[in-house]
C-alpha cells in the first residue's frame, strides 16, 4: 500500500509538531521553567510517527521516561501536555504526573513511564484485554535498547505469544542507554534478533526514515488485528540531546552523532514530498509555522494556567 | 448460610463475581487444571472456560499485564502462588497498579486483586513462609486485606473484586481447610470495618488472619483466669477501622497486638503509633506486640513453631500488663 | 579533617575501602563514565581500571548477581539509581540477599552493599522520588544506613563495606551537595549507635536522613520560643539504638519522630511501638509522627512542597505537646 | 574426548545414589517423615550427574527447588542432605534451610532456591568472581523449562554474555513448570534457541543420556574455563514424580508418561556399561548395594540426629 501525499503529509506534520514541542521544552528547561527531568524525543519523530499512523482511538500504546512524541503521535494535545511539563493544574494529569506520567485513557495512551520496561507486561494486559472483549484493537509497546535488557521484555514478550495477543513490540534503538552504549549492553547488533526467541517475527527498519517505520509497523499492527499474535520491530534511530535536558552527554561519540543528526527523519521527510511533489516548500512552511502556532499558544495555556492547591495533594489517590 | 470451608468460601467469593461481570476473569501460575497451589481455584477453569488463565513463570508480567487489563476496563484476579514471591513484582504493583490514577490525575481505574496466600506453619521454609503485609500497607493507593473465617473472605473478596482500585487479597496457607457457616448468593463485607470476633471487657486483642484465632484460643484461656479479652480483627489493614480500635480501648486501656510477620517494621507499629498518637490517655499500660522474632522462617517444624506466635505467648504478653 | 560534600564523603569512603581492599567493587547502570545519575561514583572508573563496572537496565541481575559475587567471596557495592526502582529487585534483596546465610545455617557470608538515593524535592514525581526504608527494615538479615551528613556518610560507607551482611545504604538527594568537615583516612562509624544532632531537653525529635536537617531547623525555631528540642539521628534504623532513644526520653519525655516516607506503615511506627512497649512511662504527652501523606508524591513543585514534611509541621507538632 | 570405563562407571554411581536417594524420599514423605515441600529428581539424574562430571570443588553451582541430584552430582554428603530433609540440627543447614534451601558453600554449591529463576543472576555473580579474581574456575547454573520465562534468566544470560563470564547455563527441559507444559508456556520448541538472543551458542541434548549431557556440559564448560565465555546447554528430560510429593500429576499424559519411564537414564547407562564391557551385572549390582546401603546409613543418622533446640532459632541471622 502506497503511502498517499495526504498522508505523509500528516506524517510530516506529526513529525514538526513534535519536533517543535521538544525544541521549546530544550529552550523552557534552560530558562528553568520546567521542573523535573525532561527527556527529550529530538531525532526520533519519525518513529512514533510511522508507528502510529496505523493506530485509532481504540488502540492503545505504552510509553516511556522519553514519551512525549508517542503522545503527539497517538494524538495527545499540546496545550495539555505542555502545561502537565510545567506542573499546572491544567495539565493532563492536573500536574500531579509530569513529562514522566502524562497519559491519555481515553485516547489509548496507557501512560508515559518513569520505570524503564514496565509498559511493556502493561501493554500485554491492554492487549489481552482488546482480545478477551473480541475485539479488533491492539496495543503497542514502545520501548527503548536499553529496556530490552529488563526481565520484564522476556516476560512479556513470552506471555504476549503464548497468547497471540494483538501486540506490536516497538524497540527504538537509539543506540544507548543513558551513557551505556548497544555494544556494551548487549552482544547482539539487532535486537530484532531476540524476536526469535519466542516464536515471532522481528524486523530492524531504518527508524528515521518514517516511511519504512510505517510499513513495517503496519505489517505488524494488521498480524496483530487478525489474530496472528505479536511482532517485534526494531528501529534505529538516535538522540539527539542528552539523556535527559542537563545531560550534556560527554560519553558519546562526536563523530558518530554529526553523522546521525544528518540523518535528520524530518529532514528526509521533507526532500521526498518535495521529489514526490506531494507538497511545496511553502506548503511545508505553512505546515511549520501553524504547528509552531499550535505550540506556542501551548506554552502560554500553559504559563497562564494555575498551579494545583495544597487540597489537591490528596485527591485522586483512590477511585471512590 | 451454608458451611464451607476458607478456600470454598473464596472460591465461591469469586464464582459469584465472575457470574455477575463478565470482566472478572482469573490469572496465575497453574490456576486451571490444577487449581492453584492450595486448590483455591479447583474447578473454576471449567466453569468458566477461557477466564481461568494458567500463565508461565512470570511474575512481573502476571502483575504488570494485570495492570494493563484492568487500565484497559477489565476486572482481573491475579494468583501469585506465595505472598513470598512478590519481591519478584514489587514494581508493578507499587509503582504501577498503585500509583497510576494519581500520577494520571485521576483519569485511570485500575480495578484489579491480587490474591496471594501467606503464612507459615507448614514446614516450608524462609521463602515459602512469610507474611508481608506490612510493605503493602506502606503504599498509597493499594488496600489489603486479610480474612481470618470462612464468611469474611468470602463477603472480602466480593468486595475486593467490586472496588475500583487494587486491591491485595492475602489468604492464609493455615486457614484454607477450616470451616463456617458462609452467606449464600451475594454477600459483600465493605473494605475498612473491622470485626469485634470476641467481645471482653479487660484487654483489647488486635489481631488479623491466622493471628485471629491464635488470639481468640488465648482468650478462652485467659476467661478461666478472670481476663476478659476483646479479639478485634481489623480484617482489612488499608482502610484500617481506628475509631474501632480506639472504641474498644475505651472499655479495655489496654492493648496487645499481635500479628505472624516479624515484628520489626511490622503493621503493629502502625497500629501502636496511632494509638500512641490518638488514645495514648485511654491506655493505662505498655503496649504489646507479639509477633515473629527478627529472623527468617526455619524450615524444622522444631524450630518454626518457636517462631510463629503462639497462644502462650499471647496469653503472656496480655498476663504482663495486669 | 577536610570540608567536603556528602557526595565526596560517600565517594570518599569507597575509594577508602577499594584501595583497602581489592575484592571491593562496584557495579551498577551509568556508574562508570557517567559517574552515576547523581555523581557520586565520579572518577572512580579511572581511578579503580576494572572495578567500577556499567551494567545493562537488569537490576534484578545488578542485586542477584551481587549477592552470587558476595557469596563467592567478594564484597560488592551494587548501585540501584534511584530506591524506587528497588520494586524490581527486592527478590534478589529479602529472598536471597538476607536469608542466605540462615538458611544456609550459618555457613555463607553475603557482604555486600547496596547504595542507592532516596528522595523528594526535584519535581522527579511519584516513581522517582520515594523513601522506602521501611521495606527493608523489615528484612531480618539485612541492616539499613541512612546517613544525614557528609561524615556520617563516609563513616558508615566505611561500616557498611566491612560488614559481613548486606547493608542497604540510602543516601538522600537532597543532601548529595551540602557541605561538612569530614575526617580524612579511615574513619569508621558502628552500626547501630545514634547520634544527637543536637542536645535539648523539652523534647525528643528522632528524625534520619534529610529530615535531621528539617529538624534542627525546627529546632532552632522552637529554641527562640523557649522549647528546648534535642534531635536524635539514629543513623542507621537496623540496627537501632533503641536504649539511645529512650535515654533522651528520660530527660524530655516527649517524642516526635519526623520522616519523610509515607507515614502510614512507616518506620516511625516502629520507633512509637518500642517506645510505647518498652518506656510508655516516660511519655507525659502523646507521641507524634510527621510524615508523607498517604498519597503518591505529586510532580509539581507547588504540590510536592506541601507532601514533604516541612519545618512548620515539625514546629506545629512539637507545639502541640505543650 | 572418549569417556573411561571408570569415569562412566563413576557416572553410574552418582546416578545410582541420586535414585537411591531420592526413592527413599518418596517412603519417608509417603511415611510423614520429611516435612514440607519435596520436589524429586527422578528420572533426572543424568544431567546433574553429566554436567557436575566437567566441575571441581572451586567452580561454583547454583541449584533449584529440585535440587537433590546437583547437590549430590557437585559432591554433597547424603548423610548431610538426609538430615536437613528431616529438618535435623546435624544436617546441611543445622534443619534451617530444609530441601529447597541445602547448600554447600565450600563445595562451591551456592544452594538449592526456593524462588524459582533466581539462581540465574546469582550463578552470574559467581562467575563473574571467578574472573575477577583470575581464577580459572567457572560457574553452572541449573533451571528449568518453567524458569526459562523469568525475567532472571534474559538479565543474567545477557549480563554473563556481555562480560563473557564464565558460566554455564543448564536448562533441565522436563516439559513441565509444575501443571504447565511447555508447548502452553512458550513457544518455541527448543530452549537452546533463546541463546542467540544474546549471541552465545546454545545446543540441546538428550537428558537422558548421560554421555550426551557430559560431552556437550564438557565444551561449554571449556569453553567458559578458556574465558570465551558463557554457553546454554539443554538437556531435555522428564520428571517422573509429581511436581512434588503429593501431586498427583493428573495433568500428565499417561502415554508421555509411559514412553518417559522406558527412557530410564539409568538403564540406559547400564545397558551401555554392559555392552561396552565396562562393568559386568554384578559390579553394577555391587555398586547399588553399597549406595543404597549408604542411603541407609543416612537415614539413619537423620533419623537419630536430635533436632535444633529453641535457641537456634536467633543464631546465624547476621554473621558478626
Ligand atoms: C527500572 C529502571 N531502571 C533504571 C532507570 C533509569 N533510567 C531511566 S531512562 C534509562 C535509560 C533507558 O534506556 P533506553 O531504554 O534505551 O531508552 P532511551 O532513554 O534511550 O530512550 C535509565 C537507565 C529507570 N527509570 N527504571
Ligand atoms: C518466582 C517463583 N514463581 C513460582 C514459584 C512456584 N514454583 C515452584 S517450582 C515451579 C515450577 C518450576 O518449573 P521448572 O522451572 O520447569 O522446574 P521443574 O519443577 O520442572 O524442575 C513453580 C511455578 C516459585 N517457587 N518461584
Ligand atoms: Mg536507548
Ligand atoms: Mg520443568
Known amino acids: 500500500m502506497e503511502l498517499k501525499a495526504d498522508q505523509l503529509r500528516g506524517f510530516y506534520e506529526t513529525m514538526m509538531t513534535i519536533r517543535a514541542f521538544e525544541l521549546k521544552a530544550v529552550e523552557l528547561f534552560a530558562d528553568n521553567q520546567l521542573p523535573g527531568f525532561v527527556h527529550l524525543y529530538l531525532g526520533e519523530e519519525a518513529v512514533a510517527t510511522g508507528v502510529c499512523a496505523s493506530l485509532t482511538n481504540k488502540d492503545y500504546i505504552t510509553s516511556t521516561h522519553r514519551g512525549h512524541g508517542h503522545l503527539i503521535a497517538k494524538g495527545g494535545k499540546v496545550d495539555l501536555m505542555m502545561a502537565e511539563l510545567f506542573g499546572k493544574s491544567t495539565g493532563y494529569c492536573k500536574g500531579k504526573g509530569g513529562s514522566m506520567h502524562i497519559a491519555d485513557v481515553e485516547l489509548g495512551i496507557l501512560g508515559a513511564n518513569g520505570i524503564v520496561g514496565a509498559g511493556q507486561p502493561i501493554s500485554a494486559g491492554a492487549a489481552f484485554a482488546c482480545k478477551y472483549r473480541k475485539s479488533d484493537a491492539v496495543a503497542v509497546c514502545f520501548f527503548g535498547d536499553g529496556a530490552s535488557n529488563r526481565g520484564t521484555f522476556h516476560e512479556a514478550l513470552n506471555m504476549a505469544t503464548i497468547w497471540k495477543l494483538p501486540l506490536v513490540f516497538i524497540c527504538e534503538n537509539n543506540l544507548y542507554g543513558i551513557s551505556n552504549c548497544q555494544r556494551d549492553h548487549m552482544r547482539v547488533t539487532d535486537v530484532a534478533d531476540r524476536a526469535a526467541a519466542y516464536g515471532i517475527p522481528g524486523v530492524t527498519v531504518d527508524g528515521n526514515d518514517v516511511i519504512a517505520v510505517y510499513e513495517a509497523a503496519a505489517e505488524a499492527v494488521a498480524r496483530a488485528r487478525k489474530g496472528d499474535g505479536p511482532s517485534l520491530v526494531e528501529c534505529k534511530t538516535w538522540r539527539w540531546r542528552g539523556h535527559f535536558e542537563g545531560d550534556p552527554a560527554v560519553y558519546k561519540n562526536q563523530e558518530e552523532q554529526e553523522a546521525w543528526l544528518k540523518k535528520d527523519p524530518l529532514v528526509r521527510l521533507e526532500k521526498k514530498l518535495i521529489e514526490r511533489e506531494y507538497a511545496t516548500k511553502t506548503q511545508l512552511d505553512e505546515i511549520k509555522g501553524k504547528v509552531e502556532a499550535q505550540i506556542a499558544a501551548a506554552v502560554r495555556f500553559a504559563q497562564e494556567s494555575p498551579y494545583p492547591v495544597p487540597e489537591d495533594l490528596l485527591t485522586d489517590v483512590y477511585a471512590e | ?322
Open chain 2, 1 to 322: 448460610m451454608k458451611e464451607m470451608s476458607y478456600a470454598e468460601a473464596i472460591r465461591d467469593g469469586m464464582r459469584f463475581e465472575m457470574q455477575r461481570d463478565a470482566n472478572v476473569f482469573i490469572w496465575g501460575e497453574d490456576v486451571g487444571i490444577f487449581g492453584g497451589c492450595f486448590g483455591v481455584t479447583g474447578g473454576l477453569v471449567t466453569e468458566f472456560p477461557g477466564r481461568v488463565i494458567d500463565t508461565p513463570i512470570s511474575e512481573t508480567a502476571i502483575v504488570g499485564a494485570a495492570v494493563g487489563a484492568a487500565a484497559a476496563g477489565l476486572r482481573p484476579i491475579a494468583e501469585i502462588m506465595f505472598v513470598d514471591f512478590m519481591g519478584v513484582c514489587m514494581d508493578e504493583l507499587f509503582n504501577q497498579a498503585a500509583k497510576m490514577r494519581y500520577m494520571f490525575g485521576g483519569k485511570a481505574k485500575i480495578p484489579m486483586v491480587l490474591r496471594t496466600p501467606c503464612g507459615a506453619g507448614m514446614g516450608a521454609a524462609a521463602q515459602h513462609s512469610q507474611s508481608m503485609e506490612a510493605w503493602f500497607t506502606h503504599i498509597p493507593g493499594i488496600k489489603t486485606v486479610m480474612p481470618s473465617t470462612p464468611a469474611d473472605a468470602k463477603g472480602l473478596m466480593a468486595a475486593a473484586v467490586r472496588d475500583d482500585n487494587p486491591v491485595v487479597y492475602i489468604e492464609h496457607k493455615q486457614l484454607l481447610g477450616i470451616k463456617g457457616d458462609v452467606p449464600e448468593g451475594d454477600y459483600c463485607i465493605p473494605l475498612g470495618k473491622a470485626d469485634i470476633k470476641r467481645d471482653g471487657s479487660d484487654v483489647t486483642i488486635v489481631a488479623w488472619s491466622w493471628m485471629v484465632h491464635k488470639a481468640l484460643a488465648a482468650a478462652e484461656e485467659l476467661a478461666q483466669q478472670g481476663i476478659n479479652a476483646e479479639v478485634l480483627d481489623p480484617r482489612t489493614l488499608v482502610p484500617l477501622d481506628t475509631a474501632a480500635i480506639l472504641k474498644s480501648l475505651e472499655k479495655t486501656g489496654k492493648l496487645v497486638i499481635v500479628h505472624e510477620a516479624v515484628k520489626t517494621g511490622g503493621f503493629g507499629g502502625e497500629i501502636a503509633a496511632i494509638v500512641a498518637e490518638e488514645g495514648l490517655d485511654l491506655l493505662d499500660a505498655p503496649i504489646k506486640r507479639v509477633a515473629m522474632p527478627f529472623a527468617p522462617i526455619p524450615f524444622s517444624p522444631a524450630l518454626e513453631k518457636c517462631a510463629i506466635p503462639s497462644e502462650e505467648k499471647i496469653i503472656a504478653a496480655v498476663k504482663s500488663l495486669f
